[in-house]
């Protein structure tokens, strides 16, 4: 097969074979291959002419200590159902990658249920992904608007708004100028805005309704935005005025933030939680990964550690952080703290909150103190990843 096998960018009549392989593979069409022509990068593999692999990225931006970094983020991947089984889907995350990468990606991120493959690969998760579903009368009945007003429709102060929240986690996309026209178009959303009369926005709601085949609707919010606690509570209060057409809110996969808001506000929890899999990480670029991201602006400090490379390898490196700014180089002294690539990732992204939950994820340290400045480096901000792609 490797005598045959070719990997091309996708021109329009590879883009069209894909797009039906991908209906095939997946057992249902895939209308991202379609929505998503314009602004996305496809690569593919042909063998004996038929596309039998192949894979949409995305050159965005996500933010990582409140600056944004250049990232690969990989969707609809798919191999022929009787290509399984030959590496094909190994070969494939490197060709899709590459062109990402020469054009600046110095992090990868992507979501498969396949998290071990992508494991084998250097991705990994900094956090767990929930679905949440709570009943439409306990929010009606545990959360008050107080002054807040919802308007109907989204505006440039709204989206400035979703702007600088997503820069107060680790993670979101930096929304290109495009991306709300594809979400909306794609899921037919509908969204709010909350402000106290006189005030700017303060809070961003997007969901989508359908008929309920018995009664009603079935509500899914996607995006939820929120600029303090009462702007939050204002807009749950919202969502329970909807308990007269829908008897339950679905807060899509990852669309709820993970702050106690809803757990400290409901008079009786019972909320239904459902995992999914994750969005992973994959550090790209080490040096030019650690340059990009933001740290904090007190934190001065070098440490040294040892970081696993793509052989299997072992390098020493010195990471230097100063007044909000960090440089990683390599040095011959010996490790503190190690990371294998994976660990490396969800230490960038602030998935560890403590030396203990390093510890327990495998982070090997000889100083105690080395790690907690390592964890407190990158835990300013929680990782939280309400995009999909």
Known sequence: MNQQLTFAPADDSLWEQYDQLATRAYGHPIGDISHLREHADLQVAVLGGRVVAGGLGLLVDQYFGGAPVPSACLGDGCVAPEERGDHLATDMATERLRPLIDRGAVVSAIVTSSTGYARHL?????????????????????????????????????????????????GPIHRPTWWTRWKQDKSNLTTY??????????????????????????????DFWAASQPAAAAMLAFLGRHNTRARTITFRRGALPPYP??????????????????????????PEAIRLRGWPGDLSTAVPIEIENETGGWGRWMLQITAGAAEIMHTHIEGQVTFTRRQLAVWYAGGYRSTTSARMAGVHAVSEKALGTLIRSTAQFEPWLPDHF
């Open 122 to 170: 250097g991705w990994e998760a900094p956090t767990d992904v929930f679905a949440w579903a709570v009943a439409t009368d306990d929010l009606k009945h545990s959360f008050t608007s107080e002054d807040f007003q919802a308007e109907y429709g989204l505006t440039d102060e709204a989206e400035a708004l979703q702007r600088d929240l997503a820069r107060q986690w680790n």
């Open 261 to 286: 808001t809803l757990l400290h506000g409901l008079r009786h929890h019972r909320t239904t939680a459902e995992a999914w899999h994750p969005w992973m990480l994959r550090i790209l670029d080490i």
């Open 193 to 222: 805005r909350f402000a106290r009369p006189g005030h700017p926005t303060a809070g961003l709601l997007s969901l989508t309704t359908k008929r309920h085949e018995r009664h009603g609707m079935s509500l899914t919010v996607h």
